[in-house]
């Protein structure tokens, strides 16, 4: 998959299948499914890492396990999450930590999360704009703009941005109303101008993710945005049942697989105490 298909597809009407991936036999898995796109999403921090939101991701965490995927992966294109960028950050860091992430951990191209400023309270919380101030919509466009001049290709991310989390009170659909929604429209068009090759849009109205998918030549993956975006995207643990968080409504779960490696777990702890495993069959003779 390159990025040049994936722009096709929209041209040509076939929906776009991408998923998260954080390790080689899970990529490989998705390969052999015949997913289009694997995310090494900073969702890693919370599926993972068990941290409690994804700002404490760092790019050698996401570099790691970009390095596991793309041991596993054959067809699928690979798009490393861009970490937290916080407001003191310098551009030319921000522009090292992509090329690091393409160079050494192989990704084709880097997701970075767009908070639309106004929406942001700013302010609002001192600590959070002393130590965890995330950069606003203007200063993220400049960093897309240097990455792309530095052949880095970029797919946005705008909506419910996790990193923004504080700054957009909660996990709360955004866009809404009339002021945020063409907030939203006028940042995905803003996106497009800048050169990203396609866009997330996170946890939308459906209504409003119709209006910016048939308003951009570029795909949207939708999570949370209904089913008229260009593609969709999950995290892999909650379409397999693995998490133990909160699943928000617009996660399907395609199986249960945790209470199946429970009893996996329990049956290999009672063999073992029962003296029962090893069996003759797993003892060299
Ligand atoms: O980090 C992530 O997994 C993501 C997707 C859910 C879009 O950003």
Redesign the pocket.
Known sequence: MTISKIKEMKKAGKKIAML?AYDYETAKTLNEAGIDII?I???LGMVKLGQEN?LDVTVHDIIYHCKAVKRGNSGALLVA?MPFIPQHKKNIEVLKDAKCMIEHGGADAV?IEVGITSQCCYGKDTKAVTSMAPKTTDSVLKIIELLLKNNIPVMG?IGLTPQYLEQLGGYKVQGRDDKTASELLATARLLEATGVFSL?I?CIPPSLAKQITGSLSIPTIG?GAGVECDGQ?L?IDDILGLCSRIKPKFVKQYINLKPQILDAVKQYVKEVKERKFPGEENTYN
């Open positions: 998260t995310l999403g900073d969702s994804t999450d997701k991310h997330v996170e999570i995207v995290v």
